[in-house]
């Protein structure tokens, strides 16, 4: 839920984490502390490289 996130001024990043059995596309939100915008979308970076990037065709 991007409110709170938005609501306690933090930066936010939505990462594409694979499909579900039923091939509907999964996400992540990674929540980094104040100031921190860097570290979420390096934390992003990090789970993209684990799961690899999502292609929907």
């Not at 409110?3 to 694979?18: M, R």
């Not at 921190?36 to 390096?42: H, L, S, V």
Request: net charge negative; hydrophobic share 50%.
């Amino acid at each position: 839920m991007s409110g709170l996130a938005t609501v306690a001024d933090l930066p936010a990043v939505a990462v594409p984490a694979g499909l579900t059995t039923a091939n509907l596309p999964v996400g992540v939100q990674v929540v980094a502390p104040y100031l921190e915008d860097r570290t979420a979308i390096d934390i992003g970076r990090h789970i993209e490289r684990v799961v690899g990037r999502l292609t929907l065709i």
